[in-house]
């Protein structure tokens, strides 16, 4: 279950740091995609007997419903923004530095001349420092949220599995439909989310 949710943070100082956070099951329904929105309407009578049930989740709902999630996401995409302004900053910064160098190279000394390129190798050495160590802390910062959000997700759906009788937990999502047809019966997600969210708020207080 840790495919179920996916992020992008990638710093690059091309003079453009990137940082997109996406959910990596999004799309548009395929007519063999399991209902969504059935897992409520079903009654436990429709279901039968849960003994030794297989159930399933929607996981592009999960990532899109989870307020948990969400706010995760919206908290690493900030850091993302964060890094990316400081380090656009900085490469500014020293662009104009090499412009004003080669402005004035010609009419410097050629001890003056060394000392400054030497001064910027060592900024851009700087400048590709900080780029390595921000791409290293966002890859942790994404490691270390993301296991919690799976931990969290893992830990609830044992109790919920056990108190339901379900034997097997599946998750579904375009990007990767190992499920290829499921009866909308056996569909949890809505069930699954109100219970995470209602749980994720009391937390929250």
């Given at each position: 279950m840790?495919?179920?949710?996916?992020?992008?943070?990638?710093?690059?100082?091309?003079?453009?740091?990137?940082g997109t956070i996406v959910s990596c099951n999004q799309g548009a329904k395929t007519q063999n995609e399991p209902s969504k929105n059935d897992s409520n309407a079903v009654s436990k009578e429709s279901q039968g007997s849960s003994k030794d049930k297989i159930v399933y989740l929607n996981s592009d709902s999960l990532s899109e419903k989870y307020q948990y999630f969400k706010d995760i996401k919206s908290k690493l995409e900030n850091k993302v923004k964060k890094a990316q302004a400081d380090l656009q900053a900085k490469s500014a910064a020293f662009q104009r530095e090499v412009a004003e160098y080669q402005k004035n190279a010609a009419t410097m000394s050629a001890a003056d001349r060394q000392a400054t390129e030497q001064k910027l190798a060592r900024k851009q050495d700087e400048l590709a420092r900080l780029d390595q160590t921000a791409s290293s802390s966002l890859a942790k910062d994404e490691s270390e949220e993301f296991n919690n959000v799976y931990n969290k997700i893992t830990e609830f759906l044992k109790k919920h599995a056990s108190d339901n009788g379900y034997k097997l937990v599946l998750t579904y999502?375009?990007?990767?439909?190992?499920?290829?047809?499921?009866?909308p019966s056996l569909e949890i997600t809505n069930e699954v989310?109100?219970?995470?969210?209602?749980?994720?708020k009391s937390s929250s207080k």
């Open positions: 840790n495919t179920i949710f996916s992020i992008v943070s990638k710093v690059s100082l091309g003079l453009l740091l990137t999502s375009k990007s990767n439909p190992t499920v290829l047809y499921a009866d989310i109100k219970q995470l969210n209602e749980e994720y």
